[in-house]
Nanobody, 115 residues
């Protein structure tokens, strides 16, 4: 299993970023996927997840209405569109898949929201 995140960077408050997570090594279309984030000194937290078909999504309350999770089961990629970014969204963002009892994580991509 390999998960590779990309798309992070430095953005001003109110700006937008689109994160991507390219997956390989498993049947992507059979698994739900999640985005997590971890800010300095804080625990890793769930931001959003999406079902295997993309028909069902859930979000952390503080990002609802600003972030959108989606997936492309042809490209084996899950996305996180982040709009109206706030300084408190600054964190390393990770994608995750759980196979059986085993979680697999990507290496993360840094998102910094600052003026």
């Amino acid at each position: 299993v390999q998960l590779v995140e990309s798309g992070g960077g430095l953005v001003q408050p109110g700006g937008s970023l689109r994160l991507s997570c390219a997956a390989s090594g498993f049947t992507f279309s059979s698994y739900g996927m999640s985005w997590y984030r971890q800010a300095p000194g804080k625990e890793r937290e769930l931001v959003a997840d999406i079902s295997s078909t993309g028909s069902s999504t859930t979000y952390k309350n503080s990002v609802m209405g600003r972030f959108t999770i989606s997936r492309d089961n042809v490209k084996n990629t899950v996305y996180l569109q982040m709009n109206s970014l706030k300084p408190e969204d600054t964190a390393v963002y990770y994608c995750k898949v759980v196979q059986g009892l085993s979680p697999w994580w990507g290496q993360g991509t840094q998102v910094t929201v600052s003026s």
